[in-house]
């Protein structure tokens, strides 16, 4: 027989293998069809489009037969209070309650009417669930019905639609390649042009709505013509969109193979399925959750692997933005409390029928999953108040006692909430951290670590007992599961986390990727338009002397001086004024609510460039509002700011302010680039140096999608003072598909850098062993201290400047590989324990100069000349990497103080070198360039029009625009003979407006 390729044949592979048959079979019009078939089926039942009411969206014989199998003395009662009109009672309630509250809520509480109550979907078992509930779970009908007439006026007909007890759950439009139609475009277009009026259509009758081919699955829970947004369902494929081949049939079998069983469906509707919005809120003002594919698998796979293999794992799962992480956390956390063992190693001595947590422990930094939680668990259960935020020790303590199933605490309050927790090792712990690398910052972790131990009493113990149970302790106690949510793994996260390989790599549990969730459109591509700017800039010496310097850390440190300086954030602001107002205020991006942030280096220039954009924007008329964000109080000229002082409003109200439509710009000092989502944002104007997962992060914050304000990754921009497009793509790529640790952490780098610092003698071994066991049996701080105080001595009267600092960057080095090896590292080495308590204590109290001191000298010998900047990358697309992304483990050698090849420059060899780098608007050597710049200053100042229009002009707008005509005179007057400067005058904008500033300065103006 010729092998099916019609739409048809489509909808036949799939009712069999619900059915296990199909209508045509049962109908004797055809025989079996040539393709082949798995035998196995779900068990539905095969449904006939007869048997379907269009008016009430139901299947008439199939609804009554789950009533009269299930619960048939309810219904022979209110048949009896109802003998004439008892179907259509019925029918007519169900049909109002559905209309109101939609039909996840009837299946999930059933039908009351009048005295009676029908329940119309009968939960999945649990291990502890009784005989009864799961005899009541095989009474439920799941029916699959082809060609079912939606329209009782037209006949038009919808492919497929799968029931439950006769209610419709799931429709399906099915196309097939071969026939030259797709689910993308086809199936998704037949559905929005389908009559929303029509109850089977009508938001809410329905759970979800499938497009779905050979090749491709979408799906959406609300039609609404053409404005239907349909979301992506599919596996992914070499970390992007679509499917991967399948070896046993179509690319999209596992949707009816997986998803559309019986348990799976009613697991759906049960834990994951939701509905936004208060009852109160009409219906179609509310929004109706599936979980997208990886969600579903993701919370599945892992509920799956603990039920298993029991309490005390380890799982990275490595969702990008746009993921839906906060669902997926949610339903994880949900479904957490309600795991159970599938054998009795899983168990752990304990019952099969016991959960196997006690308590969730959600870990964030993300206030907004508190409140998502709380609303998404209260729809799921039956049990009021499980959930408990914990802000105190005490509170947590109180929720652990008082029996709460999932706790709440931010990844900042959870060192001290520790602190308190009592004996807790009899219990079973999950803990679910949402961005894992910003919560394991080393003793955070330990704090969490040792909560989740036992700890005796101290005086019973003997002290290397109790050192050694503090090691243990710090790792990761068999008694609590870790899954930690992050977009951008470190190396460390991937080891402490991640699942060992064979060959000893490391690799996260699950994966959605960046280029995926690009791909299927949930977020945008914020490095598509990358617009990077060249300073150019000329410094001179102002002083007679010519002392030496390391020429390379002098030219750092001149680089940031010239970058942060007045003059310089005055130029860059102008830039991103005129780019912001013109290309996107102006242009009405983002239907006129468009944003942009400005990311500066530190708390001193984001003050600058507030003060220098809010100069410029008076100037303007103040068309737009901005706002500044960073942490504490700095003081800049002697004048000391804060953000609530600048914005004047309060620190805590910056977020919300900044989402007002009048305020369009915020300036930023490491605040707001992680963790921060403002959908309206489309801009961001970078100068500060950014690298690995801040990079990533920061540039994240402009890809939220917001398809309400037709937000498209064309609409961002990038501008970049600071990086290259190579330093860009060096940190977008490790993240992009899917990232892997090569090897574990060499921990031998402890034993060499443990030597080194013992050879110093700024400890002895006997003080090192006097203060952890003085420490570890509560011996006073003033005792504790002197041992401390001791080394610290000799630290400062024994050490050269540069032995200083080479041991505090090893101690330091040591303090943080240890303090997050401890945790996963399989053995004990008691001598590292004792080092790094003591070192703990010691660290913070040695003082070295700061190396950057030594070049203030050269900061008050130079005077910064001219200033510039040119474009030398305009929306530029960063091509990443979409291969296997490979990290190295962390630290694998000791490191120090010292450098090699220092070079000794006097101060002119230094700005020599650095005028050259860094002044490359023209090819003329420094001295000719000054030359020049004299040479048309003098020119602007004998113009004609100089004195009275310019230098004499009270009007700052006609003075401004004076000095322009001004200049383009002279300038084209000397174009012949400077011929390269014209052409930068005339091509580059940026050039132009540095140039003009600098010659508005050399003026006095």
């Not at 993300?366 to 998502?372: E, F, I, S, V, Y």
């Not at 504490?632 to 000229?637: A, F, H, M």
Request: aromatic letters at 10%; hydrophobic letters at 35%; charged letters at 25%.
């Amino acid at each position: 027989m010729v092998s099916g390729t019609k739409e048809k044949d489509l909808e036949i592979a799939i009712e069999k293998a619900l059915t296990g048959t199909w209508r045509e079979s049962e109908e004797s019009q055809i025989t079996e069809p040539g393709a082949f078939y798995s035998p196995k089926h779900h068990g539905f039942l095969l449904a006939f489009s007869q048997d379907f009411d269009a008016q009430f969206a139901i299947d008439r014989r199939l609804f009554w037969q789950f009533l009269q199998n299930s619960q048939r003395k309810e219904l022979a009662r209110f048949r009896e209070l109802n003998p004439n009109d008892w179907q259509r009672k019925i029918l007519e309630r169900l049909d109002r309650q559905i209309k109101k509250l939609g039909v996840l809520h009837v299946l999930k509480k059933g039908l009351d009417i009048d005295n009676a109550h029908f329940d119309l979907l009968y939960p999945v078992p649990l291990a502890s669930s009784g005989e009864k509930v799961r005899s009541n779970f095989a009474l439920n009908l799941f029916s699959c019905m082809r060609q079912v007439p939606y329209s009782s006026t037209t006949g038009e007909t919808v492919d497929m639609v799968l029931f439950i007890n006769g209610l419709p759950i799931i429709t399906i439009e099915l196309k097939n390649h071969w026939t030259g139609q797709t689910a993308r475009f086809d199936a998704q277009a037949q559905y929005k042009k389908r009559d929303t009026n029509q109850p089977l259509f009508q938001f809410g009758r329905c759970l979800a709505h499938f497009a779905l081919d050979t090749e491709e699955a979408y799906m959406t829970t609300k039609l609404a013509g053409a404005d239907t947004f349909f979301l992506p369902f599919n596996l992914g494929n070499h970390f992007g969109k679509g499917n991967p081949p399948n070896p046993n049939g179509f690319r999209t079998a596992y949707v009816w193979e997986q998803v559309f069983t019986k348990q799976s469906l009613a697991n759906i509707i049960q834990h994951l399925m939701r509905l936004d919005g208060s009852a109160k809120d009409p219906l179609e003002k509310r929004t109706l959750f599936f979980p997208r594919y990886h969600q579903l698998d993701v919370v599945r796979r892992l509920i799956t692997d603990v039920g298993e293999n029991g309490v005390g794992k380890r799982y990275l799962i490595q969702h990008s933005a746009g993921s839906g992480k906060s669902n997926s956390i949610t339903w994880l956390a949900y479904q957490l409390i309600e795991a159970y063992p599938q054998n009795d190693t899983a168990a752990n001595a304990r019952p099969l029928d016991c959960p196997m947590f006690d308590s969730v422990i959600v870990v964030t930094d993300r206030r907004l999953l508190d409140k998502q939680l709380r609303d998404n668990i209260k729809d799921f259960s039956e049990v009021k108040n499980i959930i408990a935020p914990a802000l105190s020790s005490t509170e947590l303590r109180q929720s652990l006692e008082q029996g709460k199933k999932i706790i709440i605490t931010t990844i900042q309050k959870f060192p001290f909430i520790v602190d308190g927790i009592a004996d807790l090792s009899d219990k079973q712990f999950a803990v679910i951290i949402d961005e894992a690398h910003s919560s394991q910052s080393g003793s955070a972790h330990d704090n969490m670590n040792k909560a989740m131990g036992k700890m005796t009493d101290l005086d019973a113990e003997d002290v290397q007992d109790l050192i050694l149970q503090t090691m243990q302790s710090r790792k990761m106690r068999g008694n609590a599961s870790y899954f930690a949510f992050t977009a951008t793994p470190k190396n460390s996260t991937l080891e402490k986390f991640g699942e060992k390989q064979p060959d000893g790599k490391f690799k996260p549990f699950h994966l959605y990727s960046m280029k995926q969730a690009i791909e299927e459109g949930f977020i945008l591509d914020v490095i598509a338009n990358y617009t990077t700017y060249q300073s150019f800039y000329e410094i001179q010496k102002s002083i007679e002397d010519n002392p030496e310097f390391d020429s390379k850390k002098a030219q750092r440190r001149l680089r940031a001086f010239v970058e942060r300086s007045k003059q310089t954030i005055e130029t860059k602001a102008e830039v991103i004024l005129d780019h912001f107002i013109g290309q996107v205020f102006n242009r009405k991006k983002l239907k006129g609510k468009a944003k942009g942030m400005v990311v500066t280096q530190n708390i001193e220039t984001a003050i600058r460039y507030f003060q220098a954009l809010n100069h410029l924007l008076t100037m303007r008329g103040n068309p737009l509002k901005i706002a500044i964000a960073f942490s504490g109080s700095k003081i800049v000229d002697g004048v000391e700011y804060t953000e609530a002082e600048m914005n004047g409003f309060a620190e805590g109200e910056t977020k919300d302010y900044f989402d007002k439509d009048e305020y369009r710009l915020l300036v930023v000092a490491n605040k707001y680039l992680t963790g921060f989502d403002q959908p309206k944002l489309c801009a961001m104007y970078v100068d500060k140096k950014l690298s690995g997962v801040l990079c990533v992060q920061a540039l994240s914050r402009l890809n939220r999608s917001a398809n309400k304000l037709g937000k498209r990754s064309e609409d961002l921009f990038v501008l970049d003072f600071f990086n290259s497009v190579d330093d860009i793509k060096k940190a977008f790529d490790p993240f992009y598909t899917s990232t892997t640790l090569s090897e574990e952490t060499d921990v031998n780098v402890l034993h060499d850098l443990k030597t080194q610092l013992d050879e110093t003698g700024v400890y002895e071994q006997a003080e090192v062993n006097a203060f952890t066991e003085g420490y570890f049996a509560n011996l006073t701080t003033e005792k504790l201290s002197v041992i401390i105080d001791i080394a610290e001595q000799r630290f400062d009267e024994n050490l050269e400047q540069a032995d200083k600092i080479d041991f505090k960057i090893k101690a330091k080095q040591f303090l943080k590989i240890y303090g997050q090896m401890a945790s996963i590292i399989n053995f004990e080495n008691i001598g590292w324990e004792k080092l790094y308590w003591f070192l703990k204590f010691l660290v913070p109290k040695l003082k070295v100069q700061d190396p950057k001191d030594e070049f203030d000298e050269i900061l008050n010998a130079v005077d910064l000349s001219t200033y510039g900047l040119a474009r030398n990358r305009l929306n530029y697309t960063i091509k990443l990497d979409d291969t296997e992304s490979e990290l190295a483990p962390q630290n694998p050698n000791p490191r120090g103080g010292y450098t090699e090849g220092e070079e000794k420059d006097q101060i002119d060899e230094i700005i020599k070198t650095f005028n050259e780098r860094w002044f490359q608007g023209w090819s003329a050597t420094p001295e000719e360039q000054r030359v020049k710049f004299i040479n048309i200053t003098e020119r602007i100042r004998k113009h004609k029009d100089f004195e009275q229009k310019y230098k004499n002009n009270p009007d700052i707008h006609t003075r401004g625009l004076a000095f322009e005509q001004i200049l383009r005179d002279v300038m084209s007057e000397r174009h012949r003979d400077e011929l390269e400067l014209y052409k930068l005058f005339a091509k580059d904008p940026a050039f132009k407006m540095a140039w003009t500033q600098s010659l508005q300065r050399a003026l006095g103006g």
